[in-house]
């Protein structure tokens, strides 16, 4: 016993180390599974606060640019209802009662942290539990898809970006309904995004649009997410992965919505019943 | 409380901010950052406690990591660089070191660069290591450990010349 004691006393500082190297490696791999990065993330009380404070000053140098995005995102909705007065009433066959808002709830939020430097890049946004938002929200601007939020707190979210080796999207061609997953590889630019396992029948070209699929719970069918910059097939032949480039620009997002998928819980109850 | 406690904690604060808020979102030529929050382990003063220093290291790599959203990657690089530091020390003082009168400030420029990038290459190599966690990537791991090495040590010259009291 005693010589077990001296032990740890004469190693004290190596013990030491070892322990918090073991903590650290432990919360890093944990960082890499999916919902499993619950201790360490910014979206909580202190981390938040000091990056909203910050933002709340660095806001004011873009205020331009953001006046902008948003001037034409009223633009363009604008012009919607006034050169289709009754595409609403044509698209829907009958009005739901009980679900009379539709099936997406949309509210707005704003980015106080953005990062696209690393592999695994978070947005952190100042709408959290108090705001009625969970994880799996979807998060989009007015030009594309931002990413999923993947971590709540009380006064904050945080956002898995679509600029995360994690990040797995259903997405869609435009002019076919081809499907494949969205995902990057955490290498090219803040630009670009890879579109992998669309089949080798799909009429691929270069410069057409990409889209959310419909299959996914999270994302609404149908909002852009950028256009085909180039395309290989696999080396297994069978199937293309297509770079794509972003309408958003990643590094330059200030306000975004977050979309709440109000059938979500329905449809994953329906595909995967309890068993017995 | 001396001075030097005061100290240090004022550096913690700031250095754990200014990385946070500033040296983050600088992602030169898309994604080239510097950390020179690892300054505190680096000027850290020596004669001291081994186990608090090294407790204080994980400290400040785990705050970086919370505001950076990288797990414990930031933690594990700082713990090993303030484990490994008195070896490199003594590597590169030599003799000063040996009678514990080391004072950074009266240090030669020289000595103290080498000193500084052999620390600051391990801090990235494991963290950029543990954050590509893919040993397939190497090379993406080192060409990013090479250039945030550069402008980390180019930084860490920078800021502990300017904020460096010299009294001979």
Same mark, same amino acid.
């Given at each position: 016993?005693?010589?077990? #004691?001296?032990?740890?006393?004469? $190693?004290?500082?190596?013990l +030491?180390? +070892? ?10 791999i944990?960082?890499?599974?999916y919902? &499993? ?25 873009? !205020? ?5 995005? #948003?001037?034409?995102? $009223? ?9 289709? *007065? ?12 009980v679900?009379? /808002? ?5 509210? *707005?939020?704003?980015i106080? /942290? ?8 978070? +947005?952190?946004?100042? &709408? ?13 601007t ?49 630009t670009?995004v890879? +579109?992998?396992?669309?089949s080798?029948?799909?009429?691929? &070209? &270069? ?25 290989? #097939? ?9 770079q794509?480039? !972003? ?11 977050v979309?709440?998928?109000?059938? *979500?819980?329905e ?10 | ?10 550096r913690?604060?700031?250095?754990? =901010?200014?990385?946070? =808020?500033?040296?983050?979102n600088?992602?030169? =030529? ?15 003063? @020596? ?9 204080l ?26 484990? %490994? ?10 003799? @000063?070191?040996?009678?514990?009168t080391i ?18 290459? @391990? ?26 090495s @550069?402008?980390?040590? =180019?930084?860490?010259?920078? %800021? ?9």
């Amino acid at each position: 016993m005693q010589q077990i #004691l001296n032990f740890v006393i004469r $190693n004290k500082t190596f013990l +030491l180390f +070892l322990l918090l190297f073991v903590i650290s490696l432990g919360l890093t791999i944990q960082s890499h599974s999916y919902h &499993k990065s619950k201790f360490i993330n910014s979206a909580n009380f202190l981390t938040g606060g000091i990056y909203e404070s910050a933002s709340s000053v660095s806001d004011y140098f873009d !205020l331009n640019d953001q006046n902008e995005i #948003l001037l034409q995102e $009223n633009n363009r909705l604008r012009s919607q209802i006034f050169n289709s *007065s009754d595409s609403i009433l044509k698209t829907t066959a009958y009005i739901d009662s009980v679900s009379f /808002n539709g099936r997406y709830r949309v509210q *707005s939020a704003k980015i106080i /942290n953005n990062n696209y430097s690393s592999s695994k890049n978070y +947005l952190t946004i100042n &709408k959290g539990e108090k705001d009625a938002i969970k994880e799996d929200f979807g998060v989009i601007t007015s030009k594309g898809i931002v990413g999923i939020i993947d971590n709540t707190s009380n006064g904050y979210a945080r956002v898995l970006s679509i600029l995360n080796i994690k990040s797995r999207i259903n997405a869609q061609l435009k002019a076919s309904n081809h499907i494949g997953s969205l995902k990057w590889d955490g290498k090219s630019s803040a630009t670009t995004v890879q +579109l992998a396992d669309i089949s080798k029948f799909a009429p691929v &070209k &270069k410069g057409d649009s990409i889209m959310t699929g419909g299959q996914s719970t999270i994302f609404p069918k149908g909002i852009p997410i950028g256009t085909i910059e180039s395309y290989t #097939l696999d080396s297994s032949g069978d199937t293309y992965t297509i770079q794509v480039k !972003l309408f958003n620009d990643m590094t330059n997002i200030s306000h975004v919505y977050v979309i709440e998928n109000l059938d *979500s819980e329905e449809i994953k109850l329906l595909e995967n019943p309890i068993d017995e | 409380m001396n001075s030097v406690n005061i100290n240090s904690i004022i550096r913690f604060v700031v250095l754990i =901010l200014a990385q946070v =808020l500033v040296f983050n979102n600088i992602n030169f =030529l898309g994604n080239i950052n510097p950390y020179p929050y690892i300054l505190f382990i680096l000027l850290f003063p @020596i004669n001291n406690n081994r186990t608090l220093f090294i407790f204080l290291s994980f400290m400040l790599g785990l705050f970086v990591d919370l505001f950076s959203d990288s797990g414990g990657i930031h933690a594990a690089a700082c713990v090993t660089i303030a484990f %490994i530091r008195p070896p490199v020390l003594k590597f590169t003082f030599g003799m @000063i070191y040996e009678y514990q009168t080391i004072k950074f400030n009266n240090t030669e420029f020289s000595s103290r660069i080498v000193y500084f990038s052999i620390l600051v290459v @391990i801090h990235h190599l494991i963290m950029f290591l543990l954050e590509i966690f893919n040993i397939y990537n190497i090379i993406f791991v080192l060409q990013k450990t090479l250039f945030s090495s @550069i402008f980390t040590i =180019l930084l860490c010259a920078l %800021i502990s010349i300017l904020f460096s009291n010299k009294q001979r």
